[in-house]
């Protein structure tokens, strides 16, 4: 089974750093991009950080120059440094994936809707 587990998250005062990161398991031949989404309560979930496996990187403009998407091909990783954080930055972080990955039965599976449960960040103020 495939799948992307986050780990990381939790209370940090405004102004402060906090990392979190996401492993990726399974018959994963191969991972075009992984990426860090939020949802903040009554927002919708956004796009925060992206990491392709060719080394290029996107970021929101909300968290450009604060927040740093890094990935590990080898560990099949991605890692979000986040810095200055502000109160507005609270939110439910999502580790997502662009994947291709084998199932148990054999099939080629190519997807980009592979997501892990979800890590709370907290930014009091």
């Known amino acids: 089974q495939v799948k992307l587990v986050e780990s990381g998250g939790g209370s940090v005062q405004a102004g402060g750093s906090h990392r979190l990161s996401c492993a990726a398991s399974g018959r994963i031949f191969h991972i075009t991009s992984m990426n860090w989404y939020r949802q903040a309560p009554g927002k919708q979930r956004e796009l925060v950080a992206a990491a392709t496996s060719s080394g290029s990187t996107n970021y929101a403009d909300s968290v450009k120059g604060r927040f740093t998407i890094s990935r590990d091909n080898a560990k099949r990783t991605a890692d979000l440094q986040m810095n200055s954080l502000k109160p507005e930055d609270t939110a439910v972080y999502y580790c997502?994936?662009?994947?291709?990955?084998?199932?148990?039965?054999?099939?080629?599976?190519?997807?980009?809707?592979?997501w892990g449960q979800g890590t709370q960040v907290t930014v009091s103020s």
């Open positions: 997502n994936a662009d994947l291709t990955y084998q199932t148990e039965e054999g099939t080629v599976v190519a997807t980009k809707d592979l």
